[in-house]
Structures are given as structure tokens and as C-alpha cells.
């Protein structure tokens, strides 16, 4: 601030500041070229895909391997969809990092199918982190669709009728950052 008033005259300060950080900390947004080197970065993101989206949250707490399949995805493409497990409780304690729940496959199979917008999980990972595989982020991000990891709150959303958004900053060569998600429900 000191210096500000040097080059702006006295009582005219500001501040700025200067981040290091790793760009999976806290909740954040993984795009393709977090998966793949060939895949689209943060400044290929189309926002469509994550600014006020059309939203459902799925509640399917007390599920580790979460599936999903046609009947749960009717009529989603072009929708968020926020997979409520209520594991978001344990952040901060070692619990969080064991066990956690995670979609399979085949729920990244279904929700490709369905044409969603973007998906996203109140847990650790999409995945399970039992072993190094990684077919969820790995199908999802083939087919460009945005994921979503670290969330919380969903327990204060309903099933549907609300939208959703969770955008990065547009950084070349990063394939995944924080974002400052949030749910706008009707009045």
C-alpha cells in the first residue's frame, strides 16, 4: 500500500497480491487437457457447459460406487448433474481421503449418453483412488464434459429446479483450477 501512495498520491492505496497454489486445491473444475495432452485447457472451456447451468442433484448418500443409468439421466442433456453423497462432512479429517464415494463406469457411460453439461461430486475424487485407475475422469473428459470435485452443500439443494455454476478463470495450459461454485434456486 505504501508504494501505491507513491505512484497514486496520498490516502490512494491498493492491494495486490500474489497467489502460489496447486490448481487442484479445494473445490475445482477438471476440463480434458487435465486427462489428456491433446485435450482442450481452461481457455477451451465452453461456458455454456458451466455458468448457470440447469441443474439436478442426485442424492445418493450411503452409496460408495455410485451407478447411474438412463432412467436417473432422462431428459439432462445440456444439465448439470451434482452427485450429493454427503462425504463433503468429513473434509479435513483422514476419513476423507479412505473410502470414499465415486461413480463406476458405467455412470460415466450413462451420463455421456444423456449429453450432460458437466458433472459434479460433494467427495474426494469421481473416481475411486483405491488403484491408479481413473475411468470416470477418463470418459468424461473424452467427451469434453467437465468435472467437478470438492463440493459442498448439496444437502441444502433440491432434486431439480435450480442452476448451477462453477467457473475457472481462463488460464492457458492448466487442465483443471479452482472455481467458486454456488446453486441459484428459484424464488
Not at 475457472?168 to 492457458?172: G, T, V
Given at each position: 500500500r505504501e508504494a501505491a501512495e507513491q505512484i497514486y498520491g496520498p490516502g490512494l492505496t491498493f492491494q495486490i497480491g500474489m497467489v502460489t497454489m496447486c490448481t487442484n486445491t479445494g473445490t475445482y473444475l477438471d476440463v480434458p487437457f487435465h486427462r489428456y495432452a491433446d485435450g482442450h485447457d481452461l481457455t477451451g472451456l465452453d461456458l455454456a457447459r458451466v455458468a448457470d447451468v440447469p441443474a439436478i442433484c442426485l442424492d445418493r448418500t450411503g452409496v460408495t460406487a455410485i451407478d447411474l443409468d438412463a432412467d436417473d439421466l432422462r431428459d439432462t442433456s445440456g444439465t448439470a448433474v451434482l452427485i450429493r453423497t454427503d462425504h463433503a462432512r468429513h473434509w479435513g479429517t483422514d476419513a476423507y481421503l479412505t473410502g470414499h464415494p465415486h461413480l463406476t463406469a458405467g455412470a460415466a457411460h450413462a451420463l455421456v449418453d444423456a449429453g450432460?453439461?458437466?458433472?459434479?461430486?460433494?467427495s474426494l475424487n469421481i473416481d475411486s483412488t483405491a488403484t491408479g485407475d481413473r475411468p470416470v475422469h477418463s470418459i468424461l473428459l473424452a467427451?469434453?464434459?467437465?468435472?467437478?470435485?470438492h463440493l459442498t452443500g448439496l444437502d441444502r439443494l433440491p432434486a431439480d429446479?435450480?442452476?448451477?455454476?462453477a467457473v475457472?478463470?481462463?488460464?492457458?495450459g492448466a487442465g483443471t483450477f479452482t472455481v467458486r461454485a454456488y446453486a441459484v434456486l428459484p424464488d
Open positions: 450432460v453439461a458437466c458433472v459434479g461430486i460433494d467427451a469434453e464434459i467437465p468435472i467437478i470435485e429446479g435450480f442452476h448451477f455454476t475457472p478463470p481462463k488460464i492457458a
